[in-house]
């Protein structure tokens, strides 16, 4: 399987401040089809999982412009240009290149 | 607006068969590209992938599950169904239904006799 993973698997921020997860994976998540197939979701505390990011870059419908994702390869990143109360919780990457799909070990966010 | 919905019991004995149901409203599970999934969350852990089928009726399975899962579609119903054979305590989990971008809220499946 591919191993994915996150750093850190805590982050302690600041309100108003950048924050930035990585996400390595063991393993090229470049598709046949020439896609790259790395999502990112966020787990509200006692929520399901919602997808903010998808094909590395792409945010999903109504996920605020401050979240963005970057990367190619094996390393990937997401940041939140600056971090509001509402965006506590844990952070997960996602390949969908190599099946089975696999999740990292998630990062969790929270306010100093 | 889509929404998905898992059913099922909450207790499941140690070597059943544990059985979950999603029911998919607003949508259709036949239409769209789309892979219908289950996805699981022991309690205070990570996230694991069980399997999903395709809007075509293709299947597949987390080869670490494969030997006791099923996954399967009822059109006339909107509904997929996860069915894990011969649990153990290692498998009390959130079990979740999801579409590549939306997923249900999970339901609690503690095995335990």
């Known amino acids: 399987d591919v191993v994915m993973t996150q750093s850190p698997l805590s982050l302690p921020v600041t309100l108003g401040q950048p924050a930035s997860i990585s996400c390595r994976s063991s393993?090229?998540?470049?598709?046949?089809?020439?896609?790259?197939?790395l999502n990112w979701f966020q787990q509200r505390p006692g929520q399901s999982p919602r997808r903010l990011i998808y094909?590395?870059?792409n945010r999903d419908s109504g996920v605020p412009d401050r979240f963005s994702g970057s990367g190619s390869g094996t390393d990937f990143i997401l940041k939140i240009s600056r971090v509001e109360a509402e965006d506590v919780g844990v952070y997960y990457c996602?390949?969908?290149?190599?099946?089975?799909?696999?999740f990292g070990q998630g990062t969790k966010v929270e306010i100093k | 607006q889509v929404q998905l919905q898992e059913s099922g019991p909450g207790l499941v004995k140690p070597s059943e068969t544990l059985s979950l149901t999603c029911t998919v409203s607003?949508?259709?599970?036949?239409?769209?590209?789309?892979?219908w999934s289950w996805i699981r969350q022991p309690p205070g852990k990570g996230l694991e992938w069980i399997g999903y089928i395709y809007y075509s009726g293709s299947t597949n399975y987390n080869p670490s599950l494969k030997s006791r899962v099923t996954i399967s579609v009822d059109t006339s119903k909107n509904q997929f169904s996860l069915k894990l054979s011969s649990v153990t305590a290692a498998d009390t989990a959130v079990y979740y239904c999801a579409r590549e971008d939306l997923w249900g809220q999970g339901t609690l499946v503690t095995v335990s006799s």
């Open positions: 094909k590395v870059s």
């Open positions: 607003g949508g259709s599970v036949s239409s769209g590209s789309y892979y």
């Open positions: 996602l390949q969908g290149t190599h099946w089975p799909w696999t």
């Open positions: 393993q090229s998540l470049v598709y046949s089809d020439g896609n790259t197939y």
